[in-house]
């Protein structure tokens, strides 16, 4: 089946740095990938949907000057989190339409900023 | 748009049913999924409502008229227990979902 890989797992970093976070279709290609994220015991929330070739379509609420993403070729999209405060902790997680049309989900980033 | 699970919790003994429910709102056809995620794994899909099938047991039927997708199991097993995810999308493939907030199901021996 197709595989979504997130790439840190896990990442701590200081208040005021940039984080970067990438999310790859591993034996797939994904024109569009989705960006979601999970604070502790609660749902995932779209954050912005990625598109290769262009610019990311960002949710209500979200900031695209701080959450920016990048999706350079069909097989990754990369999502970084600029200027890191304690408030943007949380579980992010990316995802990728297959042939199917279904939703293939990566594993999840942890990013806890101190 | 909108997904509601109102069930954080839902906590049967093994060989039980279950139903977990989801309601939506949709201006429209959305297409309805069932997620699960079991501890420490990724985000999975269960079930999605075009697809009409049972997967490990679980079905759910779309009731347009009351706006539910519940997902039902005659007999809960231990293995069951996972935290499970309602979710719709606006037709037309490679759209964007929308969670509900979740319902934990804890399925004891």
């Known amino acids: 089946g197709a595989v979504v890989s997130q790439h840190p797992s896990r990442v701590i970093c200081k208040s005021g740095t940039s984080v970067k976070i990438e999310c790859r279709s591993l034996?797939?290609?994904?024109?569009?990938m989705f960006w979601y994220r999970q604070f502790p015991k609660q749902s995932l929330m779209l954050m912005a949907t990625s598109n290769e070739g262009s610019k990311a379509t960002y949710e209500q609420g979200v900031e695209k000057d701080k959450f920016l993403i990048n999706h350079a070729s069909l097989t990754l999209s990369t999502l970084t989190v600029t200027s890191a405060h304690p408030e943007d902790s949380s579980f992010y997680i990316c995802?990728?339409?297959?042939?199917?049309?279904?939703?293939?989900f990566g594993p999840g980033t942890r990013l806890t900023v101190l | 748009q909108r997904v509601t699970q109102p069930e954080k919790l839902l906590s049967v003994f093994k060989g039980a049913p279950v139903e977990l429910k989801c309601n939506y709102s949709?201006?429209?056809?959305?297409?309805l999924f069932w997620y699960v995620q079991y501890s420490r794994q990724r985000l999975q899909l269960l079930l999605r409502h075009i697809s009409r099938e049972s997967i490990k047991g679980f079905t759910a039927d779309l009731n347009k008229g009351e706006t539910s997708f519940h997902l039902k199991k005659p007999f809960a097993q231990e293995e069951d227990s996972a935290m499970y995810y309602c979710?719709?999308?606006?037709?037309?493939?490679?759209?964007?979902?929308?969670f509900g907030a979740g319902t934990r199901l804890a399925v004891h021996p």
């Open positions: 995802s990728a339409p297959g042939s199917t049309d279904t939703q293939y």
């Open positions: 949709y201006s429209g056809s959305p297409e």
């Open positions: 979710a719709l999308s606006g037709t037309g493939g490679y759209n964007k979902l929308i």
């Open positions: 034996d797939f290609q994904a024109t569009t």
